[in-house]
């Protein structure tokens, strides 16, 4: 039955039901990258416009905070996660997909984990308020080291190379690999 409440209900089934063909097929213990694309080739076999490792730049209003790169960016309106993990999807998880609506404006997003004996997926909506998902998104983006070559924003307004050294802009504060990033996202 499909629940209106749920946006793009009949996309996600068709996205889980090819999940569930890959998990079926294909043997246990591979490495994410594997499951990916074979999930990306049954995906575009049944007929789903879907982009894998998609990348997504971020803003916040005017500010480049990064790339995302999507697992799979399916029909331009779907993040779809996926992960090769033996243990059950925790609040790490779920926060991540939650972050990842949050900045891309996604109406749902799916987490499927090929890594367990049974296909465990799920099938997120975005919170009421995604106030504070800028410090959520830190851990997830991507950002060119500033030593060496430098990056500058083009005419096409994304980031090109450059051979001037530029700093990233100093609302971006560098990434203190030592910091926790296990907490959960608490909207």
Request: aromatic share 10%.
């Amino acid at each position: 039955m499909i629940d209106p409440n749920i946006p793009h209900q009949d996309m996600t089934y068709s996205i889980i039901g090819c999940a569930m063909k890959v998990h079926r097929r294909t043997q246990k213990g591979l490495r994410e990258k594997h499951y990916q694309r074979a999930f990306d080739a049954e995906m575009l076999e049944s007929g789903i416009t879907t982009e894998m490792e998609y990348p997504k730049q971020i803003y916040d209003g005017q500010v480049w905070m990064g790339i995302l790169y999507l697992d799979h960016w399916v029909n331009q309106c779907i993040v779809v996660e996926d992960k090769a993990v033996n243990y059950p999807m925790t609040d790490k998880d779920k926060a991540q997909t939650i972050a990842y609506l949050a900045a891309t404006g996604a109406q749902v997003g799916l987490f499927i984990n090929f890594g367990r004996s049974k296909l465990e997926y799920h099938r997120i909506l975005p919170p009421k308020s995604v106030q504070g998902w800028e410090k959520h998104i830190q851990p997830y983006l991507w950002r060119p080291k500033t030593h060496g070559r430098g990056w500058m924003r083009g005419s096409s307004g994304s980031y090109e190379e450059t051979d001037a050294e530029l700093p990233l802009p100093p609302s971006i504060p560098p990434q203190n690999q030592e910091e926790d990033s296990t907490d959960a996202i608490d909207w």
